[in-house]
């Protein structure tokens, strides 16, 4: 998320940040934890983290829209396999199932396989989805 970049490039905390801009520190949390989405808050809000960070206010927002964009058009209008794959992975980790590695290992061939021999996604579709639901720590 922008908000982590930032913070990290200015080394700042979220603490810090929160006082610096005058929010609640729980707000700030919500929006760094995505509960709260950022192009969501009251233009206040974004104006005095923008302030307090020294970047615009469009700065902030456009990369968080860009960023919904992108994830709804990644994650619809896949090939039916992949969805379906991609549909099963997703509830396995809602219900936390003991098999999710056998899920987790067809949505990895079928992303390969959506990829490099249907070419129905372009390599950056693939690696999104690699990097969202299969690289990330799922705590198992």
Known sequence: MILDTLLKKKNMT???LAVE????HETLSD???????????PAETIYKIAKALGVSMEFLTEDGIRETERERTYEQGLPEYLQH???AYKDG????VSYLDCLWGELYGSINIAQIDDGAITP?????????????KQGI
């Open 14 to 16: 979220k603490q810090r």
């Open 21 to 24: 801009a005058g929010i609640p």
């Open 31 to 41: 929006i760094c934890s995505g509960r709260i989405r950022l192009e969501k808050c």
């Open 85 to 87: 794959d991609l549909d």
């Open 93 to 96: 980790l809602k219900k936390g």
């Open 124 to 136: 950056e579709h693939a690696e999104y989805l690699r990097q969202k639901y299969l690289w990330r």
